[in-house]
Structure formats: C-alpha cells, structure tokens
C-alpha cells in the first residue's frame, strides 16, 4: 500500500518487514544500496511519511516499522551535510 510520494513522485510504501539495524552492517549497506539514487529531499520526504502514519497507525507493529525506516530514511538523506 502506498502511504504518500516524495517530491518528485516516488511511492512511499507500507513496510513489509523490519527496518535493518545499523549494527548489522550487510543488511544496512543492502538497504543504502537499494536507495542509492534517491536524493537528500526524497528521504527526507520519505521519513516524514512514514512517521506521520507511525504516529496514526493502531497496530504497534506496523507502527514500529514505520518508526524504524522513517529513521533509516532520515539517517540514509536527512543528516547528510554534503
């Protein structure tokens, strides 16, 4: 399910599954491999999203998965300075 789009029209999707944790460091470079050609403003974009329907969501798990790729999103674009 799409949850919202980026600013140049990129789905935000519902996650299927755990965000990856930056101590398991593969399953995070797949995850930065894997958004790679998104833009700084894209995540950003995308983590507010996700956090935004976090805060809405009933289910405390779905609500935890949003919570956990709205901040790998945020970490990937949002607190880049270059």
């Known amino acids: 399910m799409v949850l919202g789009y980026t600013r140049t029209g990129r789905p935000?999707?519902?996650?299927?599954h755990a965000a990856p944790s930056t101590k398991d460091a593969d399953a995070y470079r797949r995850a930065k491999e894997?958004?790679?050609d998104w833009t700084r403003g894209e995540h950003v974009d995308a983590s507010r999203i996700l956090m935004e329907h976090g805060e809405r969501e009933p289910d405390p798990d779905d609500a935890s998965r949003c919570t956990q790729w709205?901040?790998?999103h945020w970490d990937l674009g949002g607190r880049r300075t270059n």
């Open 12 to 16: 935000v999707l519902v996650p299927a």
């Open 34 to 36: 894997k958004f790679a």
């Open 70 to 72: 709205a901040s790998v």
